[in-house]
């Protein structure tokens, strides 16, 4: 059964630190590139980081660089996203993303919440 499980969401302060996990099962983790999106209430989804199959590049939105890390282990089928220098707008449900080109497959999680307030 292919699953992603997020964790690692909460209510933070401004400023203050997250580290969200997201477990992958039932499908081979390394093929796939992964992906960081967030939804914030009222607003479209949109991606935050990703990190390719091949070679491990990774890419960020223009809002969240330099202030978050994307970081996989093809061992422990995880990916991680090192959230610092947390702002009130980066509230949202941050959701991972498994995808593969072919043969095409496509995972989401259910998301975590990350709630950035004082």
């Known amino acids: 059964q292919v699953q992603l499980v997020e964790s690692g969401g909460g209510l933070v302060q401004p400023g203050g630190s997250l580290r969200l996990s997201c477990a992958a099962s039932?499908?081979?983790?390394?093929?796939?590139?992964v992906k960081w999106y967030r939804q914030a209430p009222g607003k479209e989804r949109e991606l935050v980081a990703g990190s390719t199959s091949i070679g491990g590049r990774t890419n960020y939105a223009d809002s969240v660089k330099d202030r978050f890390t994307i970081s996989r282990d093809n061992f422990k089928n995880t990916v991680w996203l090192q959230m610092n220098s947390l702002k009130p707008e980066d509230t949202a449900v941050y959701s991972c993303?498994?995808?593969?080109?072919?043969?095409?497959?496509?995972?989401w999680g259910k998301g975590t919440l990350v709630t950035v307030s004082s």
């Open positions: 039932g499908f081979t983790f390394r093929n796939y590139d």
């Open positions: 993303n498994a995808k593969q080109e072919w043969p095409p497959r496509d995972y």
